[in-house]
């Protein structure tokens, strides 16, 4: 990965967590409208609600990860380059 992999990258991480946050919120209103109704409905989106909750803590792992890649391939790349000395 070089620096002009930085924007998609950030791109997809700022889009995955737009999409993480308004479905939890969604998923939260669903809960809220079904905990009247239905217990067991209410049970299954709160147990989806913890799984994905606990997904988002990865998001700063995956971040780390793309700026290490994105800072070992501009190392490498400039200790690889053949300048004709």
């Known amino acids: 990965m070089g620096l002009g992999d930085l924007y998609p990258a950030v791109l997809m991480i700022v889009l995955i967590g737009i999409v993480l946050g308004i479905g939890l919120y969604v998923l939260a ?44 391939g501009v190392v ?5 380059s053949n300048r004709g000395i």
Do not use: D
């Open 29 to 72: 209103e669903v809960s809220e409208q079904t905990a009247v109704g239905s217990v067991e409905g209410a049970e299954a989106i709160n147990t989806t609600i913890t799984g994905l909750a606990g997904l988002s803590t990865w998001i700063a792992v995956i971040v780390v990860v793309i700026a290490a890649s994105i800072v070992l």
């Open 76 to 80: 490498i790349s400039s200790f690889g």
